[in-house]
């Protein structure tokens, strides 16, 4: 029997708590559910008022994986939903608002992915980001060198930039920006990209194509289109091991030299937000906004 559990004064019925969804770990559904409780207080506030993607993955990642942006069939009419514009027509997607929301979106067993707007300004950038995709041999530590250039150049335009794994094999860089348009941050944001080649030729490349990956680091500027979406902060990742994309401090990037020092499992989040608090909460202060510079 499916077991029903109050949360804030919303009744949820939380299943198949002891499957396992990371093989590699032999970490548990409930596992899952846990951690995101535990979380949910530095969650929360990135996910709030940004539309969700969700990436699915109910049966782990050896299972079918499959992004779900419309409201799912089944989803509770406490949960806060919103029309969002698309070019193929608007769609209805959720807005994942407070713990008891979260906590149904966990039991779907899914990754949170949220686009750089929010949703009372569609296309209209607050956040500027960059995804640092390293191609095989190179790694995180790689990424980090990348990763501290580009916080320079951005802070040469005055634009704050903080740092968070991505619970697979890269780095995101992210920053808080005043209101400008996507098409603006991306134009900025691939101008960057394009500098970081110029001047890292052998470690960096801003092309797609993956044939020139091999050995380099993919300074991927596209996910500030208004139609992309980026792993929130701290969600888990569908990997085999349970995998977060963890806010990290500049003096680990600074100082990593491994990969493994740049991995963070869902049991170590807790312990550094009792350390660190939300590395990231600076993205949630306007007033430390930076402003996109004229191209």
Not at 12 to 34: C, I, T
Not at 86 to 98: F, K, N
Not at 151 to 173: M, N, Q, V
Not at 224 to 235: L, M, S
Request: contains cysteine; aromatic residues 8%; proline residues 9%.
């Amino acid at each position: 029997m499916t077991p029903i559990t109050e949360v804030e004064g919303r009744r949820l019925a939380l299943s198949n708590l002891e499957k396992v969804l990371y093989p590699a770990a032999g970490f548990a559904k409930g596992e899952v559910l846990h951690y995101y409780a535990t979380i949910a207080d530095v969650l929360l506030p990135h996910l709030r008022d940004r539309p969700v993607s969700f990436l699915r993955y109910p049966d782990g990642p050896d299972g079918q994986v499959f992004f779900t942006k419309n409201v799912p069939p089944g989803t509770p009419e406490w949960v806060t939903t919103a029309e969002v514009p698309r070019a193929e027509g608007p769609a209805r997607m959720v807005l994942v608002q407070d713990l008891p929301s979260l906590m149904w979106a966990a039991n779907l067993v899914t990754e949170f992915h949220t686009p750089q707007w929010l949703i009372d300004a569609p296309g209209e950038a607050d956040r500027l980001v960059f995804d640092l995709d390293p191609g095989s041999p190179a790694t995180v530590v790689e990424c980090c060198e990348v990763a501290l250039w580009l916080r320079e150049r951005l802070a040469a335009d005055g634009i704050e930039a903080y740092a968070k794994t991505s619970g697979s094999k890269g780095l995101h860089l992210a920053a808080a920006i005043r209101p400008a348009s996507s098409e603006q941050a991306t134009e900025y944001a691939k101008e960057l990209a394009v500098e970081a080649e110029k001047a890292m030729p052998r470690l960096v490349i801003h092309r797609m194509t993956k044939s020139l990956r091999p050995g380099k680091v993919f300074v991927d500027w596209s996910q500030n289109a208004a139609r992309k979406t980026t792993a929130t902060p701290y969600t888990l990742r569908a990997r085999r091991a349970p995998t977060v994309s963890a806010p990290v401090t500049w003096e680990e990037v600074q100082d990593c030299r491994s990969p493994r020092s740049l991995t963070f499992l869902a049991p170590d989040l807790a312990p550094r937000v009792q350390d660190y608090g939300d590395l990231l909460a600076p993205l949630l202060d306007t007033d430390r906004a930076g402003a996109l510079p004229d191209i």
